[in-house]
């Protein structure tokens, strides 16, 4: 969840939206929505065991408004060593918050900052609490000579660094054989 959180700045400072709003709902009615949209007979697929991608597919539960591509290993990027390379961590602000928000009206006067803004919720009663979202010491900022400089450049020292690709764990043999024993009645793909 911190690494979905910092895709907010990152959005803005890339300058794909101008405005971006992450509401996370009530733990537990995310998933009861997206059930509810993805799959017209929820009662037949809660009955059913699924463990894998494929099972899933093979199900035809879903509408045919939804398509599958296939995964690839190239798919999988490392987004967490990405991000943690450019923005600050939120760590202690994520339970308390329910509301992130970050505009391209939020840089400091200054020039030095993008502030992404933090509520608990939509009351008045409850203060927004200012996040700097990107971090003074990130990968680039050596180039420059002031903090504004760097700043201003940040979307474009970004685009240099390309994503890397994660790679499976390699499960060990051993492992392999004590997940059959355990789970092969279960699974059908061991």
Avoid: W
């Amino acid at each position: 969840m911190k690494n979905v959180l910092k895709l907010v700045p990152y959005l803005i400072d890339m300058g794909y939206f101008k405005k971006v709003n992450f509401i996370f709902l009530v733990l537990g009615h995310t998933k009861i929505l997206l059930i509810a949209t993805l799959i017209p007979s929820k009662k037949e697929y809660i009955l059913r065991n699924i463990f894998i991608t494929q099972e899933l597919i093979d199900t035809k539960f879903f509408s045919e408004n939804v398509t599958f591509h296939p995964e690839i290993e190239s798919d999988f990027l490392d987004l967490n060593g990405y991000l943690n390379k450019f923005y600050s961590s939120m760590t202690g602000k994520i339970r308390k918050n329910l509301i992130f928000s970050c505009s391209t009206k939020n840089f400091t006067h200054e020039g030095t900052q993008l502030v992404a803004k933090l509520r608990q919720s939509d009351l008045e009663c409850d203060e927004e609490i200012d996040h700097y979202a990107i971090m003074r010491a990130f990968e680039g900022r050596h180039a420059f000579k002031s903090l504004k400089d760097a700043v201003s450049h940040h979307p474009n020292v970004i685009r240099k660094i390309s994503l890397a690709v994660l790679h499976p764990l390699v499960i060990k043999p051993y492992k392999k054989a004590e997940m059959n024993k355990k789970y092969k009645e279960f699974v059908h793909y061991f």
